[in-house]
């Protein structure tokens, strides 16, 4: 364990090994920091954070803070952070309010520099959120999504597994799992197939998710007729069950 004369950490904390806290840096009550964690000069982990191992946490970022919500009357609320995330510089991360009782952060995630995470948000494992993404409370996003720079998200909306959003454009309704979306107003503009096809999607998943990609997005069908033709003429896949079940479950609509 390397901590720097300069840096203050709390009595309360609990450091695992190999951990280097740097100049000016302070571990506030509650923070406990997993094996082989690396967090740089100028950093505050405020209180009641959980931080997995070989994680890298750059200059200036701000985690465990108060949610900036006014409904928030000083519960104990958490932090998570799973294994091997990366957060760059001045990236905020609040904690979560009685709602949901705590804010996630996957595991293997990059939080480029100055993005913004809010109360009660959930990232999944190997999200990538580009410079200055913010994100409203309550926010979820899914596994291996990529948002752009520059984009805010509004609350309660939720981006699908593996979907790509361009930078730039407001995400203010449900992204579905495995698109690309980008425009004003966002929309849908095709499959994220280079994604898909990185991650091991077989030609035969692909093809499948094209399929139910036309109908959703590309014909005349409303929403609920897409869903039922689906249903009715596709291989009912692990992937077309998820991408049925996340249309079926949104609260704000999904963007088409």
């Not at 495995?178 to 093809?207: C, D, H, I, Q, W």
């Amino acid at each position: 364990m390397k901590i720097h004369p300069t840096a203050i950490v709390s009595s309360r904390s609990d450091l695992g090994k190999n951990v280097h806290i740097g100049p000016n840096s302070i571990v506030g009550e509650n923070v406990v920091i997993g094996n082989n964690t690396w967090i740089d000069n100028g950093v505050v982990l405020h209180r009641n954070i959980r931080i997995g191992s070989r994680c890298r946490i750059h200059t200036g970022a701000v985690l465990g803070t108060d949610p900036q919500d006014l409904k928030y009357k000083g519960e104990n609320t958490f932090l998570e952070i799973g294994d091997r995330t990366i957060i760059r510089e001045y990236v905020t991360v609040n904690l979560g309010t009685s709602q949901k009782g705590k804010t996630v952060v996957g595991s293997d995630v990059m939080l480029m520099a100055y993005v913004h995470v809010a109360h009660d948000c959930e990232i999944g494992d190997k999200v990538i959120l580009a410079n200055s993404v913010n994100m409203a409370g309550h926010v979820e996003i899914g596994e291996y999504a990529v948002v752009g720079g520059i984009v805010p998200i509004h609350q309660f909306v939720k981006i699908g597994c593996h979907a790509i959003i361009g930078g730039g454009y407001r995400v203010s309704k449900d992204v579905c799992p495995y698109v690309k979306a980008a425009g004003y107003p966002l929309r849908v503009v095709g499959l994220n197939t280079v994604g898909l096809k990185r991650r091991g999607f077989s030609p035969e998943t692909m093809a499948v998710l094209k399929k139910a990609y036309v109908l959703i997005f590309r014909s005349k069908l409303n929403v609920s007729q897409a869903m039922g033709r689906i249903a009715d003429e596709l291989k009912q896949t692990p992937e077309i069950l998820k991408l049925l079940n996340f249309i079926a479950s949104s609260q704000r609509g999904i963007v088409r």
